[in-house]
């Protein structure tokens, strides 16, 4: 057990939310019960967490995909209010940390990722202060097509992949969700592959001309380990009860 404003320092500094100039508000977007017990984590805030984090009889629900985004209709109607709605009548706290858990090197999605497929990390790279994307190698070099079958192993999804050339791989670049958009980066560092969430039109024929294999894994499925991955820590240094709770998203 412990006060919320006491949880809510201790992720706002592990994640040093500070150094990110992010697309939403990080920390705490709604505030609910002044203590916490019962913590359920999940990708999105979508209504479905909410109704399973109140039927748990959550005190805090922590998301990487909260609300209050950056241009969006600032009213509280329709979809928004009934989300809300849900939350202050539970006395249920919203915490949505975004581009922090992406770039943590622990509990970050990327790491989290990497840690799962079996990559090693080199370091850091993409656009913006701090750099949220990983790259690195295999332990052993693979087929594209063996590391296609692995990604679906992990992630239980299959990934659309876009070929590069014979080539094995050996070093690959990656960077969860919508960050199809760093696969020129991932070219300029010169690895065999890149993979991400989201793909677009262009990606496909950038990594066509520019030899690169790339991957597209699903932004919700690339983005399911670092939430996970935070809120068992928090249950371990906190004595906290905590659930995960993947809302299926095919995306």
Known sequence: MINLAELVAYLDDL??????????PNGIQVEGKPVVQRVVSGVTA???LLDAAAARQADVVLVHHGYFWRGEDARIVGMKRQRIQTLLQGGISLLAYHLPLDAH???GNNAQLGERL????????????PAIGLYGHLPMAMSAEALS???????????????????AINSIAWCSGAA???????VELGV?????GEISEQTVHIAREAGIHYFAAGHHATERYGVQALGAHLATQFVLEHDFIDIANPV
């Not at 994640?15 to 939403?24: A, I, K, M, N, T």
């Not at 199809?180 to 991932?186: F, H, K, L, T």
Request: net charge negative.
């Open 15 to 24: 994640l040093e939310v500070d150094r990110f100039s992010d697309y939403c």
């Open 149 to 167: 079958e692995r990604i679906e192993q992990v992630l239980q999804r299959k990934p659309l992949h876009i070929n590069g050339g014979t080539r």
């Open 105 to 107: 090197p622990v509990y």
């Open 192 to 196: 065999d592959a890149y993979l991400s």
């Open 118 to 129: 079996g990559f090693v990390t080199d370091g850091q790279f993409g656009q913006g202060v």
């Open 180 to 186: 199809q958009g760093y696969i020129e980066q991932a």
């Open 46 to 48: 979508s209504q479905a």
